[in-house]
T-cell receptor, first 118, second 116 residues
Framework: AQSVTQLDSHVSVSEGTPVLLRCNYS??????LFWYVQHPNKGLQLLLK??????LVKGINGFEAEFKKSETSFHLTKPSAHMSDAAEYFC????????????????FGRGTQLTVWP | KAGVTQTPRYLIKTRGQQVTLSCSPI?????VSWYQQTPGQGLQFLFE???????NKGNFPGRFSGRQFSNSRSEMNVSTLELGDSALYLC???????????????FGAGSRLTVL
């Protein structure tokens, strides 16, 4: 079975300091992993995805994530937070086994609300 | 090109009524999936359509249904509304073919349903 655990429901940082949002996953097969961001009253936007190429994945807006199979983790980082980064972030897993039969079934974590203080 | 468009953006219904939500995918995308987002349950998969066929369904009661048209536009319907159906309903589309396994979803802004 596929599942995602986001270890922090809320993270607060000061502008200009590093961001770390933690995610652990469980998947029976080689997973595809994603990070999505949701700003208030907006839909979900893809930040980055891992699909078994390089384990360090770079995304938009300076975010990156590292896939660590031994730790079943896919933590999201950014060297320097900006006020515009304040939003809710979702770690998502898609089981490769599902790919033959379905495109759209993703399993979402419960989200991490990022607050950025000036 | 235009993104995923969902209508209406906001609506208020009363218990027992039914509601239909619409989703227009990105031009050329043939896969449409629906998710329900609530504070209590988070984001949960409702169903997915590809070429007018439902390919997968989440764990929701039969009051939740959907369909896809030949132009890939999709609708979802909830009948006999309950208070617990109040949620943000998100539609997402994908360009990938099932065999390619490309499942990056582009989401719409959502339809926020309030049931009174």
């Amino acid at each position: 079975a596929q599942s995602v655990t986001q270890l922090d429901s809320h993270v607060s940082v000061s502008e200009g300091t590093p961001v770390l949002l933690r995610c652990n996953y469980s998947s029976s097969y080689s997973p595809s992993l994603f990070w999505y961001v949701q700003h208030p009253n907006k839909g979900l936007q893809l930040l980055l995805k891992y699909t078994s190429a390089a384990t360090l994945v770079k995304g938009i807006n300076g975010f990156e994530a590292e896939f660590k199979k031994s730790e079943t983790s896919f933590h999201l980082t950014k060297p320097s937070a900006h006020m515009s980064d304040a939003a809710e972030y979702f770690c998502v897993v898609s089981d490769r086994r599902d790919r033959g039969s379905t495109l759209g079934r993703l399993y979402f974590g419960r989200g991490t609300q990022l607050t950025v203080w000036p | 090109k235009a993104g995923v468009t969902q209508t209406p953006r906001y609506l208020i219904k009363t218990r027992g009524q039914q509601v239909t939500l619409s989703c227009s995918p990105i031009s050329g995308h043939r896969s449409v999936s629906w998710y329900q987002q609530t504070p209590g349950q988070g984001l949960q998969f409702l169903f997915e359509y590809f070429s007018e066929t439902q390919r997968n369904k989440g764990n929701f009661p039969g009051r939740f249904s959907g369909r896809q048209f030949s132009n890939s536009r999709s609708e979802m319907n909830v009948s006999t509304l309950e208070l617990g159906d109040s949620a943000l309903y998100l539609c997402a589309s994908s360009s990938g073919q099932p065999s390619s396994g490309a499942n990056v979803l582009t989401f719409g802004a959502g339809s926020r349903l309030t049931v009174l």
